[in-house]
């Protein structure tokens, strides 16, 4: 049995995570904590797996409460959408999508937006950013340089996620997310979805850290299945019930 080329890769993107994005990281974690402290939440969108980085900032055991994550199914869960419309997987690149999420959602003037998207080019993520930023809201993005700057990336026009945000964090994904070559022309392993989960919990515990450093309440969840779970939830649910949109189990 040969060593595991994903481990190795997985085990350098690490470090080149730690290395390379905490100055932004850092500076994402000053909007969100300001913008928690002045009462309010961090619009969290994705689309496609990178929804996997949005959910966890979302709702979990030791996470913050005051995060609401927006997606493309808030169309047929809150907006009455037929779901067959959007099983079609590219129906992020559908112009529109994203003023009708933003509008469901009914950001408020003090939220900031977390905006990931590997490639940062498709329309759902790009109307977002331009939405958030037309707003008002601070807008941070995850998203893979490599890839949105690849001559290789499929040609969409206009600006990428990058170009709109704030902040920008590098989720030093490769191009095409990939990052083992199992043999010419197949390559397997993608980083996209382990990078930006690292960067998200790194991204939480900073904040929090500011919070607590201005003496602001700390919302945080604690896991359901403690004894004392259900009820210190269940106030944070009461607190953020107009602002942060409930998960699906």
Do not use: W
Not at 153 to 161: D, E, T
Request: charged letters at 20%; a negative charge.
């Amino acid at each position: 049995m040969g060593e595991s080329q994903f481990a190795a890769r997985a085990g350098s993107l690490v470090d080149q995570v730690l290395t390379t994005q905490m100055t932004a990281i850092h500076q994402a974690a000053e909007l969100v904590a300001d913008s928690i402290a002045a009462g309010g939440v961090l619009q969290a969108f994705a689309t496609g797996h990178s929804r996997a980085v949005a959910l966890e900032l979302t709702g979990r055991a030791g996470g913050l409460a005051a995060v609401s994550m927006l997606a493309v199914k808030d169309l047929v869960m809150f907006g009455g959408v037929d779901p067959a419309l959007i099983l079609d997987p590219t129906y992020e690149r559908t112009p529109g999508l994203a003023e009708r999420i933003y509008t469901l959602a009914r950001p408020e003037p003090a939220d900031v937006f977390l905006i990931v998207s590997n490639s940062g080019i498709n329309a759902a993520v790009v109307e977002m950013a331009k939405l958030a930023r037309g707003n008002g809201h601070r807008v941070i993005a995850l998203t893979s340089l490599e890839h949105t700057r690849s001559s290789f990336a499929r040609k969409a026009g206009g600006p990428r996620l990058a170009d709109l945000a704030d902040v920008v964090i590098d989720n030093c994904a490769p191009a095409g997310d990939a990052a083992v070559e199992l043999s010419p022309g197949t390559r397997i392993g993608a980083v996209s979805s382990f990078t930006g989960v690292l960067i998200a919990q790194v991204l939480a515990e900073l904040v929090c850290r500011r919070l607590l450093e201005r003496r602001v309440d700390i919302p945080v969840f604690v896991s359901a299945n403690l004894a004392s779970g259900d009820d210190h939830n269940a106030a944070l649910y009461e607190r953020y019930r107009e602002r942060v949109r409930p998960l699906e189990p």
